[in-house]
């Protein structure tokens, strides 16, 4: 079955930039039939959509954090990709992938979700 | 942005009773892009319901999903051991996509 697997340094410095992949294992992110997400979660606290990025390269951020995020689709690795630039503490998180469902091009239903892996910004 | 708000934040029950929790949107939201998770300690969010009512797999039909425009709930009857558990609304209709605060569903 399709796993999600998120992976990338649990320590990262003020004012550089995260960088994390989802490895989408048993599946393609060259389908069509999804967008692939990332949503963060502050320990402790809520969940917060960062953006999505389709097979094609097509984003969408949320812009409480747009002007920092960047994400990107590797089709030879099987793999998507989420950078944000310019970190600080409120950035501390566990940073989720997961795959939305399309219908028609719109978005369905979240039905694949990573274990998600812990980002601590700290000097 | 629309804000969703839930409430209560903690629901106190016990085995056997019925949980009714709610989530408020600051504006329409299609009922096609409203979903709930179930989210445990240590764990990544669960789907539960999509499109406001559909039960996503594995969840048994003791979890259900109603509402329209700004006003949904999430029921769960009969909780189990397992129910218990913090418990989001999601809208994606509307960009960008929001959760609301949450709900959790603790044993009395």
């Known amino acids: 079955q399709v796993q999600l697997e998120e992976s990338g340094p649990g320590l990262v410095k003020p004012s550089e930039t995260l960088s994390l992949t989802c490895t989408v294992s048993?599946?393609?992110?060259?389908?069509?039939?999804?967008?692939w997400t990332w949503i963060r979660q502050p320990p402790g606290k809520g969940l917060e959509w960062i953006g999505y990025?389709?097979?094609?390269?097509?984003?969408s951020y949320n812009p409480s954090l747009k002007s920092r995020v960047t994400m990107s689709v590797d089709t030879s690795k099987n793999l998507v990709s989420l950078r944000l630039s310019s970190v600080t503490a409120a950035d501390t998180a566990i940073y989720y992938c997961?795959?939305?469902?399309?219908?028609?091009?719109?978005?369905?239903?979240?039905?694949?979700w990573g274990r998600g892996t812990l980002v601590s910004v700290s000097s | 942005e629309v804000v969703l708000t839930q409430s209560p934040g903690t629901l106190s029950l016990s085995p056997g009773e019925t949980a009714t929790l709610s989530c408020r949107a600051s504006q329409s939201v299609s009922s096609t892009y409203l979903a709930w998770y179930q989210q445990k300690p240590g764990q990544a969010p669960r789907l539960v319901i999509y499109s406001t009512s559909y039960r996503a797999n594995g969840f048994p039909d003791r979890f259900g999903g109603s509402g329209s425009e700004t006003d949904f709930t999430l029921t769960i009857s009969r909780l189990e051991p397992e129910d218990f558990a913090v418990y989001y609304c999601q809208q994606y209709g509307t960009s960008p996509w929001t959760f609301g605060q949450g709900t959790r569903v603790e044993i009395k």
């Open positions: 997961a795959r939305v469902l399309l219908d028609y091009g719109d978005p369905w239903l979240f039905d694949l």
């Open positions: 990025v389709y097979y094609s390269g097509s984003t």
């Open positions: 048993d599946g393609s992110v060259r389908s069509g039939s999804y967008y």
